[in-house]
C-alpha cells in the first residue's frame, strides 16, 4: 500500500525496554534497518525520576533523557513520531497505525509496557485534579495544578503513591494516603520495610488511612472535590493521585494471537508464541528462576534492560536466556532503598539492624535460602546479598541478623 514502510526490525514502545533493544541490537551489530514506535510525544526517557527528583523540580526533563537527541540518528534507529499501534498481523508481518499506513516489520519486539490501572469505581484521570504518575505528561500536568492545591489524596500505598508522597510533602500541602492492604507496600516488601516507611512520612506530615478502600470520586464544576470511602467517610481533595499498580499493553499482541493474561508469555529468549515477535520489560510474563521458576511480569528498569539485551542477542542469532538477578530501587525523602530479588512467597524475614538508625536490611528466607534483601543505607549488604541470592545460600539466622557480620562471609568457599 502507499506510504507504507517496512522496517528490518520494528520496536513497538519506545519507553526504557524498546530505547534498550535499539541500542543493543545496534551494539550486537545488527546492520538492517531498525525503527523505534511509541506513542508519547518525548525521545525515550527514564521513568523513576518522574515521582522523584522530576516531580520535586529538582531535575529537567533534558538530565532523564536516556540518549542525546541526535544519538537514535547517528546509530540509524529510526526514532517514529508519536505513532500508536493498533494492530498486528503477525501473519502479515504488518502494524495497523492509528493515523497513516501501516507499518511492515521482519523482526517484532512488543515494548508496550503499561497503563495505570484505573480504580475499580471509575477513576476518571483526565477530571481536573486526578492524576496518574506514568508519563511526562502526566507529571507536567500534576506540576501545574500543585501550587494550588491544598490536600491531596492518593490511592495506593506502594512505590509510586509514596514516592509522590515524598516528593510532595514540604509543600505545605494536606497529604493523605489511602491502602488497602492493612500495611504500605503489602505486595513488594515484609512487615519491618512497612512500618519504616509508615514512621518516616509520618514525621513528615503524611497521613495513612490502612485497609480502606474507596468508593468513587466525586467532582464539582468539573474537578475532583471528594474522596468517598467504602467505610462511609469523605475525604475533601483537589488533586488525586491513583497509583494503583498498571495493566500490561498487550492487547493488539494478545489479539494478534499471542499467547499471554497480564501481559504477553515469553520464553527464555524473551519470544512470544507468535513467530519473530518477542516482548519485553513491563509486559512480559517470563518463567523467572528467581521466584522459583514461576511466570512472573517484573516492572523495573533492570528487567526492561536486561530484556532488552537477551532479545536483541537473539535476534542476531547470539544465543541469550533472560536469567538475570532481579534488582529494584526506590527513593523517597534521604531514603535509599535498594532491594535484590525478589521476596515473594518468603517464608521468614530476618532484620539486620536496627530500623531507628535509618540503617538496617530485612533479609528473606523460603525453606532457608536467602531469596531477597531489602537494604536500607546498607549499599554493601545489597551487593553482597545478589551475590548470596546468585549462589542459593542457606544462611545461618545468627550471622544474618549480625549487622557487623559481612554478607559475603556467608558465601561458600
Ligand atoms: C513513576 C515511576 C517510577 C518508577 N520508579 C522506578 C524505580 O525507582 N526503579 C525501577 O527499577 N523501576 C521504576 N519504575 C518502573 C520502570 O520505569 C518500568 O519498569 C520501565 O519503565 C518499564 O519499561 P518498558 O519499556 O517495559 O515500559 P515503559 O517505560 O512504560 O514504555 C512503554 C512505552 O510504550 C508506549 N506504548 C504503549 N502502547 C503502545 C502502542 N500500542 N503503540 C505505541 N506505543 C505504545 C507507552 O506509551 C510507553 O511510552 C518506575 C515507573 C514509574 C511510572
Known sequence: MAGEKEYGVAIIGAGHAGAQAAIALRKEGFTGTVALIGDEPDPPYERPPLSKDYLKDEKTFERMLIRRPDFWADKEIALLPATRIEAVDAAARRLAVADGPAIRYGKLIWAAGGRPRPLPCGSDVGLRGVHAVRTRTDVDR?????????????????YIGLEAAAAMAGRGLDITVIEAEDRLLARVAGADISAFYRRRHEAAGVRFLLGTRTS???????????????????????????????????????????????????????????????????????????AGGAAVRLES??????QANVAAADICGRPAKYEALPWFWSNQYEVRLQTAG????????????DPETGRFSVCYLKAGQLIAADCIGRPADFVQAQKLIAAGVRPQRAALEDPETPLKSLLPV
Not at 500534576?142 to 506502594?158: S, T
Open 142 to 158: 500534576l506540576k501545574v495544578e500543585l501550587p494550588a492545591a491544598r490536600r491531596a489524596v492518593i490511592i495506593g500505598g506502594g
Open 216 to 290: 468513587c470520586l466525586r467532582a464539582e464544576d468539573g474537578a475532583i472535590a471528594w474522596v468517598e470511602l467504602e467505610r462511609g467517610e469523605t475525604l475533601p481533595a483537589d488533586i488525586v493521585i491513583v497509583g494503583i499498580g498498571i495493566l500490561p499493553n498487550v492487547e493488539p499482541l494478545l489479539a494478534a494471537g499471542a499467547e499471554g493474561d497480564n501481559g504477553a508469555v515469553v520464553d527464555a529468549s524473551c519470544r512470544t508464541s507468535l513467530p519473530d515477535i518477542w516482548a519485553i520489560g513491563d509486559c512480559a510474563r517470563h518463567r523467572n528462576p528467581y
Open 301 to 306: 528498569v533492570q528487567n526492561a534492560n536486561d
Open 342 to 353: 525478589l521476596s515473594a512467597g518468603h517464608d521468614e524475614a530476618v532484620l539486620r539492624g
